[in-house]
């Protein structure tokens, strides 16, 4: 097996958590960024930093093998982190890094600083161990939690070009997820007129339209579910409202104008998002109520092939260094691999540390043995990946 650095590895977490690089106003990536960037100085690599957002920088490094020609893998970790929320409900404090009982806690200790952190020193430990055909990009894009502006950022700006292959370092404990739910998220404006609620035969409401729809959005999810059946391993396709807004509590007595419906519909492979927001706004208009759908997130589900060579590599290198027989599953949300997959063209597999389910939560953790063992798989996959050894 590749050597590691598994203290500087669990150190450089640490770090990373006690920046709290919160996807919020006030509490942007740049000081999460500057950090990646120094280590990456640190050992001779030379980042590139993109601006994307004011204070949410990209950072990239492309660490050239040495050993001739070869592909390109490309290992992502984004920066940001969703906000601690209430602190009442922690435990610990969310930003201190905390290493307690085995495992290492705070906001973003497993989405996904460390496995920001363990792609680069698996880059690192494979780049101290000889020389590599091809090359590896290290990115740490901005924005993961928000609109996933530091990867289209990546894509529009053509760094994908060349890039055989994508790691997405995404806690799925200890899966290899080469498939990812899609997400479409509507905003349906019903519009009717505006009149006194004593006369409503004068005004057009538009409340009386969202029944049906939400009746409708059901019997859709139904449908859908029937076309669609169940995916092994993303579930059923559902379509949830989940916001409703229409009048104000201090003019009950109004009828108001506008009416509006936010929907989430989450896919699997097969489903045709366009064919599902078109069925929303047929569904929209009701009683002469005129309805305007809004695509506000078109993130594609991914289905990337287990055969793929990036898929495979990770597999492979899974066995090698746990000695257990690798478990598929998939991504119940999606990540900046959607991206990487559908817009920018990179086969893309999502593998990482830290449990599934404990992203955004508080008292957020992460192994700390689990660290170290994605270090080691990373490091051997992109062996495995560039060497044709899958």
């Known amino acids: 097996m590749i050597d590691v650095d598994a203290d500087g590895v669990v150190e450089f977490t640490q770090a990373l958590v006690r920046i709290p690089s919160t996807n919020d106003p006030g509490r942007r ?5 500057e950090l990646v960037a120094a280590k990456m100085r640190e050992w001779g690599w030379e980042p590139a930093v993109y601006e994307v957002a004011p204070d949410r920088p990209n950072v990239i490094a492309v660490v050239e093998g040495g050993g001739g020609e070869g592909p390109t893998l490309m290992f992502e970790g984004h920066t940001d982190v969703v906000t601690e929320g209430d602190l009442s409900t922690w435990t610990v404090d969310p930003f201190g890094g905390e290493i307690r009982d085995g495992k290492l806690w705070g906001r973003g200790s497993a989405d996904m600083k460390s496995g920001l952190a363990a792609t680069l020193y698996a880059t690192r430990a494979l780049q101290l161990a000889g020389p590599f055909p091809g090359r590896i990009k290290v990115c740490a894009p901005a924005d993961e939690e928000g609109l996933m502006l530091g990867a ?17 370092a995404e806690p799925e404990a200890g899966e290899i997820c080469a498939v990812a739910k899609g997400a ?14 004593a006369m409503p035969q004068h005004g057009r409401n538009p409340i009386q339209a969202v029944g049906p729809l939400l009746v409708g959005l059901r019997a859709l999810q139904e449908e859908l579910q029937r ?29 108001p104008a506008v009416a509006s419906v936010f929907v989430d519909v989450r896919t699997i492979p097969g489903a045709e998002h366009k064919d599902i927001a078109d069925r929303v706004a047929a569904l929209a208009s009701h009683d002469g109520i005129a309805a305007e759908v809004s695509v506000l997130v078109d993130r594609p589900p991914v289905d990337v092939p287990v055969s793929d060579p990036v898929v495979a590599a990770l597999a492979a290198a899974h066995r090698a260094v746990t000695g257990e027989e ?6 119940p949300g999606s990540t900046d691999g959607t991206v990487l997959t559908h817009w ?23 192994e700390v043995d689990e660290i170290v063992r994605c270090t080691r798989v990373f490091a051997e996959a992109a062996r495995r990946f560039l060497g044709g050894d899958h």
Request: aromatic share 6%; hydrophobic share 45%; proline share 6%.
């Open 326 to 331: 690798p478990v598929y599953g998939g991504v």
């Open 29 to 33: 990536e740049r000081l999460a960024a």
């Open 184 to 197: 479409l998220r509507l905003r349906v404006d019903l519009a009717g007129k505006m009149a006194h609620g």
């Open 227 to 255: 076309r669609h059946p169940a995916h092994v391993h993303l579930g059923e396709v559902y379509v949830t409202p989940t916001v409703l807004q229409a009048g104000s509590e201090p003019q009950v007595n109004v009828i």
């Open 344 to 366: 920018g063209g990179i086969p893309s597999v999502v593998y990482g540390p830290g449990g599934k389910w404990i992203a955004h939560q508080a008292d957020e953790y992460v």
């Open 152 to 168: 289209h950022h990546f894509v529009s700006e053509g760094l994908a070009a060349g890039v055989d292959g994508a790691i997405v």
